[in-house]
C-alpha cells in the first residue's frame, strides 16, 4: 500500500514535468516563428525614387557666355574675384543663426530617429520594487485561514515587446531616416541661400554707393549750370525763369541722395543680420565705399541633368515623399494582428509576522527575498486584432496614401520650377549685360549732350531748356546704368541660387558648432549622436535591418 503510493505520487510528478516541459515548446515555438515572421514582411509599399520632367538643355546655351559643362559650385562666388564678399560669405557660414538652427534641427531628427530604433525593442519595460507591511481585516469576506498580518517584498522587471511581424517598425525607423535626410537638404538648402543673399546684398550695398556717387557727381554738374544761370540773370541776359528752373532740377536731384544713404545703412544692416552680428559691427569689414563686382566673361553652368542632383529644395521634397511612403505601411499594419511577448521575472518573499513583532519579523523576511527558492517569472505570447477599429485604420492608410500623392506632385512641382529658375536667372543676366551695354553708349552721347548745351546756353544760342532737359537725361541715364550694372551681378547670383550652388562647402565639417555642442552635452548626455558619422545614413528605402542597435 505505501509503496503503491509512493509510486503513483512519482507518475504524477514526471507527468506535470513532462507537461510543464511540452507547454514551454510550444510558447518558444510561437516565438521563434512570430520572429521569424517578424524578419520577412513589411507591409505597404516599398519606396521607389519617382521621375520628373527634366531639361535636357538650357535655353540659352547657345550663347557664348554660357558654358554648359561640369563644373564645381561650392564656392561660386569667388568668380567675382572680391575679397571683401569671400570673407563675408565666410563669416556667415560661420556665423549665421538661422543656418545654426537648421544644424540643430538636423540632430533633433537624429534623436527622434533613435526613438523609432528604441520601438524595435521591448516597448515597455520596468523595474518594479515594493515593500509593505498588511493587516486584513477580521472582519473581511474571504479571509478564512488567512494571516492577517504580513509582510511582502518584491522586486523585479516587467516587459511587454510586441514583435515588428507586419514592419511597421521597420516603416518607423525608414520614416525616421528619411526625416533626417530632409532635415539635412534643409540645412543645405538654407545654406544656398545664405551664400547667395550675401552676395546678393553685397552686390546691393556696392550698387548704392555708385548710385549716390553718381548722384552727387550730377549736383556739383547742377550748381555750376545755376551758377551760370545766375550770372546771366544779374547781367539781364535772361528772365528769372532760367534761375528758378536750374534750382528744382539741382534740388530734385539732391532729394534723392537721403534715400540712398538709407539704401547703403539698410544692406549694411542686412548685411549684418545675415553674419549673425548687430548692425554696425561690419562696417569696418565692408570698408571704404566700393565698386560693383566684375561678372566674368564666360559663365560655367553645368549641364541640365546635374540639377535634380544638386538642388538641396529638390532632394527634400524627395526625401519627404520617401517618409511619407512609409508611413503608408505603418499605417497598414495596424489593419493586421498584434503579436506581443510578455513576462515578467523576479525575487519575491513574504510571511505571517505578528503586530507586537513586526520591526524584528520583517528583517527576517527581507533576508528570504534574496534566496534561490523567492525567484518568480511569468512569460507568455498574445495577440490582439483591432477587428472593430476597421473603418478608421483604413482610412487613416487612405490619409497617409493621399499625402503621399500630394508631395509626389509637390516633388514634380519643385523639379520644374528649379529648371524655371534657373532659365529666368540666365536670361536676366544675359539681357542685362546688353542693356548695360546700351545704356554705357546712352551716358557717354549724354555726356556730349551736356556740354554742348551749357556752350550754347552761354553763347545765347539755346534756351535754359535744352540744358535742363540735357542735364536731366545724364542724370537719369547715369542712375540707370549703375542700377543695371548691379542687376548684372544679381542675377548671376541667381544663377548659382538656382543652380544649387554653395552647400558643397559644408563638406567634411559640422553641422553645429563646437561651442553648441558642449551646451548641449553639459545639459543632456547626448553620447555619441552629436557626431556627424551618425547622421550619415543609406538612402531609408535601403534601411531594412530587423534591429538597429539603440542609441543609450
Not at 158 to 186: C, H, M, P, Y
Not at 405 to 420: F, G, K, P, S, W
Request: with cysteine; glycine share 6%; net charge negative.
Amino acid at each position: 500500500m505505501f509503496a503503491s503510493s509512493v509510486f503513483t505520487s512519482a507518475g504524477k510528478r514526471r507527468k506535470t514535468l513532462k507537461n510543464k516541459n511540452l507547454d514551454r515548446s510550444t510558447l518558444f515555438g510561437m516565438i521563434a516563428v512570430a520572429m521569424v515572421l517578424s524578419g520577412c514582411t513589411m507591409v505597404g509599399p516599398d519606396y521607389v525614387k519617382p521621375t520628373a520632367q527634366e531639361p535636357t538643355q538650357w535655353l540659352e546655351s547657345s550663347d557664348p557666355k554660357i558654358a554648359s559643362k561640369e563644373v564645381d559650385f561650392s564656392d561660386w562666388w569667388t568668380v567675382f574675384n572680391d575679397p571683401v564678399v569671400n570673407k563675408l560669405v565666410d563669416t556667415a557660414y560661420q556665423q549665421n543663426l538661422t543656418l545654426q538652427i537648421a544644424g540643430l534641427r538636423i540632430y533633433e531628427a537624429r534623436a527622434e530617429l533613435g526613438i523609432a530604433f528604441g520601438f524595435q525593442y521591448p516597448q515597455t519595460q520596468q523595474a518594479l520594487g515594493s515593500a509593505s507591511i498588511n493587516q486584513l481585516s477580521k472582519h473581511a469576506p474571504n479571509t478564512a485561514g488567512a494571516d492577517r498580518y504580513f509582510s511582502s517584498f518584491d522586486i523585479g522587471l516587467d516587459a511587454a515587446w510586441e514583435l515588428d511581424v507586419w514592419g511597421k517598425f521597420r516603416r518607423a525607423v525608414q520614416t525616421g531616416v528619411a526625416n533626417l535626410e530632409a532635415s539635412i537638404a534643409d540645412y543645405d538648402d538654407i545654406l544656398v541661400s545664405l551664400t547667395a543673399d550675401v552676395a546678393r546684398t553685397y552686390i546691393l550695398l556696392r550698387t548704392s554707393e555708385e548710385r549716390l556717387e553718381v548722384a552727387r557727381q550730377n549736383v556739383k554738374i547742377q550748381k555750376r549750370s545755376l551758377e551760370i544761370a545766375e550770372v546771366r540773370f544779374n547781367a539781364g541776359a535772361v528772365t528769372e525763369l532760367d534761375v528758378t528752373q536750374a534750382r528744382a532740377l539741382l534740388r530734385s536731384t539732391e532729394s534723392t541722395i537721403p534715400g540712398l544713404v538709407t539704401d547703403i545703412r539698410q544692406a549694411k544692416n542686412a548685411l549684418a543680420i545675415l553674419l549673425g552680428k548687430l548692425p554696425g559691427e561690419i562696417d569696418a569689414m565692408l570698408g571704404s565705399p566700393g565698386l560693383i563686382p566684375k561678372v566674368p566673361a564666360e559663365v560655367a553652368v553645368g549641364i541640365p541633368a546635374e540639377l535634380l542632383r544638386r538642388r538641396p529644395d529638390i532632394r527634400l521634397a524627395e526625401r519627404q515623399l520617401a517618409a511619407q511612403s512609409a508611413q503608408i505601411g505603418f499605417a497598414k499594419a495596424d489593419l493586421f494582428p498584434h503579436f506581443t511577448l510578455f513576462g515578467t521575472l523576479g525575487l519575491q518573499a513574504s510571511g505571517k509576522t505578528s503586530i507586537d513583532t513586526v520591526e524584528s519579523s520583517n528583517t527576517s523576511r527581507f533576508s528570504d527575498l534574496f534566496k534561490k527558492s523567492s525567484f518568480t517569472y511569468n512569460t507568455g505570447a498574445g495577440f490582439n486584432w483591432d477587428i472593430f477599429n476597421y473603418g478608421r485604420i483604413t482610412n487613416q492608410v487612405r490619409v497617409a496614401d493621399a499625402r503621399f500623392q500630394e508631395l509626389a506632385v509637390n516633388y514634380e512641382d519643385t523639379v520644374i520650377r528649379a529648371a524655371q529658375d534657373v532659365e529666368d536667372a540666365m536670361v536676366s543676366f544675359l539681357q542685362s549685360q546688353d542693356a548695360v551695354f546700351f545704356l554705357a553708349d546712352a551716358v557717354k552721347a549724354s555726356k556730349r549732350s551736356v556740354d554742348l548745351s551749357l556752350i550754347q546756353y552761354r553763347e545765347g544760342l539755346v534756351d535754359y531748356q535744352r540744358v535742363l532737359d540735357t542735364q536731366r537725361d545724364l542724370s537719369a541715364q547715369e542712375d540707370n546704368l549703375v542700377f543695371t550694372a548691379g542687376s548684372v551681378g544679381q542675377s548671376l547670383v541667381d544663377i548659382y541660387r538656382a543652380l544649387g550652388g554653395g552647400w558643397g562647402i559644408r563638406a567634411g565639417k559640422d553641422f553645429v558648432s563646437a561651442d553648441h555642442k558642449k551646451e548641449m552635452e553639459q545639459r543632456t548626455n547626448w553620447g555619441d549622436l552629436l557626431s556627424p558619422e551618425k547622421t550619415d545614413y543609406p538612402p531609408s528605402q535601403e534601411v531594412k535591418k530587423v534591429l538597429h542597435r539603440p542609441d543609450w
